[in-house]
């Protein structure tokens, strides 16, 4: 049964009656029906001869001449508007003259349409549109007008201006600077002198000074304008801004008005449910052009630009570099060409899974949009013109449309990577299979969980030093720095800054620099080593020792690190109020009662998401291991050829993927710690004050 | 003159007065500082003391003979590249820290003062894809570089390097400037949203000025990630012509044709000194930054 509504609304839900009267006529019978009763079929017949004889509906025969009439009325109005654009004055400025033209169109558009305003929406929208128009446009087309012919007087008073007066008042103003400058000077003396019989401070005194500064560039720049060629500069160039800005704005009040009246003369359309959103949903853009929305339009035929010509087509294999698309993810270049490289064939198939990802959004996007303007119609509410759409986009679009270019490069330099490393672990690719290979499944996996072949057997022992590694090296940067933030924080300790400076430097020295120096140093005939062996008389072999590497680089870590935790330390330490100290005394705290119960708890508290941070750096921490030692000593009877004892996971990923080439293998190992790794940094984030803040 | 004297004796101070075992633990406390001072110093001190030892060739060496002279600082300008690694290092920094502010401005903007779909989500995933050491990428960086690089000669390493830079340094950036953002109060924004500014005036007039301390802090950070970071360049580029610092430093201890042990320490020094300065003069800034992002945001 076909139904309408008895009444249109807007978007603010405000109730309108309809003007159809046909169709309102089919809301009443509606209505009647559903409240049944003994007339219920008679209604219904009633209802389906309403609609057989919808042609000659009284309204509907009414609405056609008016459409008739109002197709005449456009096609002369053109027309009209090509004599009207020739008798205008053509040395009126650009702008006023399209304001005239469309003032023209709007005169005669309220003549036409006044006389249906009781017949349709449409017509009463135009109506008290043009209406609104007809009285604002000639208000800004004076202010046009009467600005520029006072830009032009302007240009003619400056013509009559005496140059010789001004270089008269050039000389004038030196004089006039030469006498404020002047009394500046004996200002400032004067603050000077005050200053110095302790009567302000120095703060004060430099403020004064440039107060005084201040105004005496005010008022050499109001003397300025006594001139007459400057004031007439000044004059025209601020003439010339309030003619932009104030149209500018003019206009924007007019067309916020405009979307006033829009909403509050409803659409009405004999339509019932949405077709076109379902019709063009595979072309973003033509149910936007159906819709009456021609500029909204062309944005989203730019969608269809990409799907069609990109997306799609990318998915396909054409336009590739050397894969196949999508398919390349699953043939991994194999019987291709000589040339051809299964790596890139994943790469170019994970990119254009991506593309056809973003496609599918498109998509999906575009006929959300269509749909609820669709919708929105039958509803009464009108499709948005350009100027609302601007603004709508300008409102809620704006952090998609801010957010894009960080987007787009995490997909393409994090998400992309990530994911062919992700791929990679599920394939074969070894020093044999370099630029072919094959999806083995999870045979990488399970080698490194049972411990087998050549990289799975070093796993277990490489993965238990660096658990040590990260617990003990975190541990002591962090006991250390916090020890030594605590006892600098002592109030009866002197020389604070000097301190502090110094315990900076480690953290400052970029790394691989002290790394590296370290390295030499503990080398067989290195300083330290020597310096160790003058001393005690041990002689250390750091290099070739595990043990010795080991707790070298444990030291060298704790030497590193404690640097940052010693500054983030005292800066939370200096922020703790003091009060909270001197009540802890009065109830008879001692030292260490004050540490655990106060100092603790707040430093623990504060830096927490960061002392996890520490304990995930340390666990990828890559450089100190490749530059102290290389991950030496080597130990082939234990590790292989492969790794060496001081190797860190990382480090041995470095060295399987980059050095010996078992990128397949390697890529399983990074799945793992990078799993590891971010389970462990989401349980520092969960808990962090930014994450639970209700903003978000 | 009885009444003078007697005041020098008074005790002035509003702490109480050392007992013996208080002078003594101040006594232990200082004697850790200074000898921590001391192991922080010494080893930086003999790397200085390296760069000028005129005694010593191809390697370091600890004894007692020292003679000034600056013969490893003319080697490093005359027979290494090193003004060429520090001119690719600042390149570098550069375009990463004119590339993260542009970028990380917005999204810190957007993050701190919008409500969108997925927010909260997307920021969580954005700080866990970070957690991903760079490094995971690194076999497809190569690929994707040599792809780009074939359709378009003029996309170089150093770009690449660039790229990798600012994307793995998006969330973590874009999450302390909008702790930062977040603790400016959003009635700066109302009154000029009433006063007719649009969303991108509010950004670029009311929140970008404010929010200056904290952008200096993570273009700084920007900056300074490529002077601290080895691997990368290590493994992206190939010819010792577009090195940067570090990995154009390691070649003089590590690659046995060009070992010159002392010209390293030379120019670690020379590397090391504007980023300490830097160092030592922002050090308030510095730490505050750091514990203000992750903290109060």
Redesign the interface.
């Known amino acids: 049964m076909i139904s309408y509504n008895r009444f249109l609304y807007d978007d603010i839900g405000n109730k309108y009656k309809r003007k159809n009267l046909y169709l309102l006529e089919i809301a009443e019978l509606n209505e009647k029906i559903k409240v049944g009763g003994d007339s219920k079929k008679e209604l219904e017949l009633q209802l389906n001869r309403l609609i057989d004889t919808r042609k000659t509906h009284p309204y509907n025969i009414k609405l056609n001449k008016f459409k008739e009439e109002e197709k005449v009325f456009l096609k002369s109005l053109k027309t009209g508007e090509k004599d009207f654009k020739n008798t205008l004055d053509k040395s009126l400025p650009y702008k006023a003259r399209k304001l005239k033209i469309q003032l023209f169109i709007a005169e005669e558009k309220y003549k036409f349409y006044k006389d249906y305003v009781d017949l349709a929406y449409d017509a009463k929208l135009e109506y008290e549109k043009n209406k609104l128009l007809k009285e604002e446009l000639p208000k800004i087309i004076e202010y046009i007008v009467h600005e520029t012919l006072a830009i032009e007087k302007a240009l003619e008073d400056r013509k009559k201006i005496d140059l010789n007066n001004e270089n008269k008042f050039k000389l004038e103003i030196k004089e006039f600077k030469r006498e404020q400058k002047e009394f500046l000077g004996e200002e400032k003396r004067k603050l000077k002198e005050k200053r110095e019989r302790g009567l302000i401070s120095k703060k004060a005194q430099i403020n004064e000074a440039k107060i005084l500064k201040q105004k005496y560039k005010e008022a050499v720049a109001l003397k300025s304008y006594d001139s007459p060629l400057k004031m007439n500069k000044e004059i025209i160039k601020s003439k010339k801004h309030g003619i932009k800005r104030n149209t500018k704005l003019n206009l924007k009040i007019l067309n916020s008005n405009i979307s006033d009246i829009r909403r509050t003369n409803p659409i009405e359309v004999e339509k019932r449910r949405a077709k076109i959103a379902y019709l063009t949903f595979l072309f973003p853009g033509v149910g936007q052009i159906f819709n009456g929305q021609y500029r909204k339009a062309c944005i989203f035929l730019l969608a269809s630009l990409f799907i069609y010509l990109i997306g799609i087509p990318y998915a396909l294999g054409f336009g590739n570099y050397q894969g196949e698309g999508i398919r390349g993810l699953i043939t991994l270049a194999e019987g291709g060409r000589r040339v051809d490289k299964s790596l890139i064939f994943m790469i170019e198939g994970i990119l254009a899974i991506f593309f056809v990802i973003i496609s599918l959004f498109l998509l999906y996007f575009s006929f959300k949009d269509v749909l609820k303007v669709e919708k929105n119609t039958i509803k009464g509410i009108r499709p948005k013109n350009w100027f609302e759409t601007k603004s709508i986009l300008g409102e809620e679009g704006f952090p998609y449309v801010v957010n894009l270019p960080a987007l787009i490069v995490i997909v393409f330099m994090v998400l992309v990577p990530v994911t062919t490393t992700v791929l990679l672990s599920f394939t074969g690719m070894d020093p044999n299979h370099q630029s072919k290979f094959s999806w083995i499944g999870i045979k990488n996996y399970k080698m490194i969980a049972m411990g087998e072949g050549l990289a799975g057997s070093v796993f277990w022992l490489t993965l238990g030093w660096t658990i040590i590694w990260t617990l003990v090296a975190t541990t002591l940067a962090i006991l250390l720095g916090f020890a030594l933030a605590l006892l600098v924080n002592n109030d009866r300790v002197k020389g604070k800054a000097i301190f502090r400076t110094i315990y900076l430097l480690p953290w400052a020295v970029p790394a691989f620099i002290t790394i590296m120096f370290f390295s030499i140093m503990l080398s067989p005939n290195g300083a330290i080593s020597q310096l160790i062996n003058n001393l005690w008389g041990i002689s250390l072999s750091v290099k070739t020792n595990a043990t010795q590497t080991r707790i070298a680089l444990i030291l060298l870590q704790g030497w590193l690190g404690s640097s940052y935790i010693f500054l983030l330390s005292t800066g939370v330490l200096q922020a703790i109020p003091n009060d909270l100290y001197e009540a802890a005394e009065m109830d008879g705290a001692t030292i260490w009662q004050k540490l655990r119960r106060i100092t603790l708890p707040i430093v623990l508290f504060q830096t927490t998401p960061l002392l996890v941070g520490q304990y995930v750096f340390n666990f990828n921490n890559f450089s100190i291991i490749y530059l102290f030692n290389g991950g030496g000593p080597f130990e082939p009877s234990i590790y292989g050829n492969l790794a060496g004892s001081s190797d860190l996971l990382i480090s041995y990923i470095y060295k399987l993927t980059i050095e010996k080439q078992y990128q397949g293998i390697g890529a399983a190992i990074t799945v793992f710690v990078s799993i590891a790794v971010m389970f462990v940094s989401f349980l520092g984030y969960r808990n962090s004050k930014a994450f639970k803040e209700e903003r978000l | 003159m009885k009444l003078f004297r007697k005041k020098d004796d008074l005790y002035l101070s509003d702490?109480q007065p050392?007992s013996i075992s208080g002078k003594i633990l101040?006594i232990i406390?200082?004697i850790?500082?200074i000898s921590?001072?001391v192991?922080?110093?010494w080893?930086?001190f003999?790397?200085v003391l390296s760069a000028f030892n005129g005694k010593q060739e191809q390697y370091?060496?600890?004894n007692d003979q020292f003679v000034f002279s600056l013969k490893h600082f003319e080697y490093l300008f005359n027979k290494t590249l090193f003004l060429k690694w520090a001119k690719n290092t600042i390149l570098i920094a550069l375009a990463t820290a004119i590339l993260t502010l542009?970028?990380?401005s917005?999204?810190g903007?957007?993050?701190?003062r919008?409500r969108?779909k997925g927010?909260?989500a997307s920021?969580?995933a954005?700080?866990?894809?970070?957690?991903?050491?760079t490094?995971?990428?690194?076999?497809?960086?190569f690929?994707?570089y040599?792809?780009i690089s074939?359709?378009n000669p003029a996309f170089t390493r150093q770009l690449m390097l660039v790229?990798?830079y600012?994307?793995?340094g998006?969330a973590n950036n874009?999450?302390i400037l909008?702790?930062y953002i977040?603790s400016i109060s959003t009635e700066l924004d109302d009154a000029a949203k009433i006063d007719g500014c649009?969303?991108?005036q509010v950004y670029r007039l009311i929140i970008m000025p404010i929010a200056k301390p904290m952008l200096a802090l993570i273009a700084l950070w920007s900056f300074i990630g490529p002077?601290?970071d080895?691997?990368l360049p290590k493994?992206l580029l190939t010819s010792p012509e577009s090195y940067t610092l570090?990995a154009g430093?390691?070649t003089l201890?590590n690659d046995v044709r060009t070992l010159n042990?002392p010209a390293?320490?030379a120019g670690?020094l020379l590397?090391?000194i504007p980023?300490?300065i830097?160092?030592?003069v922002l050090?308030k800034q510095?730490?505050?930054g750091?514990?203000q992002g992750?903290?109060?945001?």
């Not at chain 2, 954005?126 to 050491?133: E, G, H, N, V």
């Not at chain 2, 490094?135 to 960086?141: D, K, P, Q, R, V």
């Open positions: 702490k050392l101040l406390t200082y850790i500082l921590w001072a192991a922080i110093i080893p930086l003999q790397m370091l060496m600890l542009i970028i990380v917005f999204t903007y957007a993050y701190s919008y969108f927010k909260k920021l969580m954005m700080m866990l894809i970070q957690a991903i050491p490094f995971a990428g690194i076999t497809a960086y690929t994707m040599s792809v074939s359709i790229l990798i600012a994307g793995g998006i874009t999450f909008k702790g977040d649009s969303n991108l002077f601290m080895y691997l493994v570090a430093l390691f201890i042990q390293f320490a670690g590397t090391a980023i300490v830097l160092f030592i050090q510095l730490v505050s750091l514990s992750s903290v109060k945001g």
